[in-house]
């Protein structure tokens, strides 16, 4: 059994800072790459950021330059850190881990509960 356990959403104002974690547990052999998603209200689920085992990262155009996703692989956390807030990044944010349980199992993909982050003045 996997868990991926995110924390750190909230209520910010424009312009404003948050820090999301994610923390992955329980039977887990190699994570090959963590990600955040977001969902806003009657929207689909989109991409965010996305961080290797490696330390490749990649980020939507809409957060470039204000997120920047970071992870420590001897935890198995991964961060984002949200700077320059604005309305249309309210969302529930929801963490991502593709990785095997076991060995010589094929990777799949995992997902927290997800948090709401609401930018509003």
């Known amino acids: 059994q996997v868990q991926l356990v995110e924390s750190g959403g909230g209520l910010v104002q424009p312009g404003g800072s948050l820090r999301l974690s994610c923390a992955a547990s329980?039977?887990?052999?190699?994570?090959?790459?963590m990600a955040w998603y977001r969902q806003a209200p009657g929207k689909q689920r989109a991409l965010v950021a996305t961080?290797?085992?490696?330390?490749?990262?990649n980020y939507a155009d809409s957060v470039k330059g204000r997120f920047t996703i970071s992870s420590i692989n001897a935890v198995n956390t991964v961060y984002l850190q949200m700077n320059s807030l604005k309305p249309e990044d309210t969302a529930v944010y929801y963490c991502?881990?593709?990785?095997?349980?076991?060995?010589?199992?094929?990777?799949?993909?995992?997902w927290g509960q997800g948090t709401q982050v609401t930018v509003s003045s």
């Open positions: 991502n881990a593709r990785l095997s349980a076991n060995w010589g199992t094929p990777p799949g993909d995992y």
């Open positions: 961080v290797t085992s490696g330390g490749s990262t």
């Open positions: 329980g039977n887990i052999f190699s994570i090959y790459a």
